[in-house]
């Protein structure tokens, strides 16, 4: 069965870095698409950046230019999102998820949560 | 890219339908056929319940319906249940290739 786990959260400084990991199994992760959305504490979801299943196309929400990166290693099947320049509005769950076309998200991780916090 | 909206709260009694509406611009919702919805208990992961504005995965209930009608796409539950009380969002493809989630929907079951 498709599994998704997510690492790398936890209480980072203002203007700190974290790097985030989501390990996959239980399919052939070269085949798919994958994305990062987020979710603030008592908020909705926020849609961060996918990548392609080669890693040869990524898009990012325009709000985090220059600040986040997402990529992939196929051989590791493992997705990342490097998080620079953290601010406190970054804090929020962090969710990997396994996407299809046209956006549907149909496997998810159970997340991994980010503090943003002096 | 704004956020799709969506009313903030529907209620509905056991067994009777609830529709949850999501509107978009020509930019997002209008220009493709790929919205999705989410249900979200809390303290859980979304699950995906309709995709492609009308499809249902495997094993989600054949009372969850989507429709799309211009910029506004909507989500309809039939024959309510208690276990479908929980957060749902909309989701929608753009024409700047990004994705964009609803406000979010809070639907109670009386």
């Known amino acids: 069965q498709v599994q998704l786990v997510e690492s790398g959260g936890g209480l980072v400084k203002p203007g700190g870095s974290l790097r985030l990991s989501c390990a996959a199994s239980?399919?052939?992760?070269?085949?798919?698409?994958m994305t990062w959305i987020r979710q603030a504490p008592g908020k909705g979801l926020e849609w961060v950046s996918y990548?392609?299943?080669?890693?040869?196309?990524?898009k990012l929400a325009d709000s985090l230019k220059g600040r986040f990166a997402i990529s992939r290693d196929n051989a590791k099947n493992s997705l990342y999102l490097q998080m620079n320049s953290l601010r406190a509005e970054d804090t929020a769950v962090y969710y990997c998820?396994?996407?299809?076309?046209?956006?549907?998200?149909?496997?998810w991780g159970q997340g991994t949560l980010v503090t943003v916090s002096s | 890219q704004s956020a799709l909206t969506q009313p903030a709260s529907v209620s509905g009694s056991p067994g009777q339908s609830i529709t949850v509406s999501c509107t978009g611009t020509?930019?997002?919702?209008?220009?493709?056929?790929?919205v999705s919805w989410y249900q979200q208990h809390p303290g859980k992961a979304p699950k995906v319940m309709i995709y492609e504005v009308s499809n249902r995965p495997s094993g989600v209930p054949d009372r969850f319906s989507g429709s799309k009608s211009g910029d506004t796409a909507s989500l309809t539950i039939s024959g309510l249940q208690a276990e479908d009380e929980a957060d749902y969002y909309c989701?929608?493809?753009?024409?700047?290739?990004?994705?964009?989630f609803g406000t979010g929907t809070k639907v109670t079951v009386l």
């Open positions: 020509s930019s997002d919702v209008g220009a493709y056929n790929y």
């Open positions: 990548i392609s299943n080669s890693g040869g196309t990524t």
């Open positions: 989701s929608s493809y753009t024409t700047s290739s990004t994705h964009v």
């Open positions: 239980g399919f052939t992760f070269s085949d798919y698409y």
């Open positions: 998820t396994r996407t299809l076309n046209g956006g549907n998200y149909d496997s």
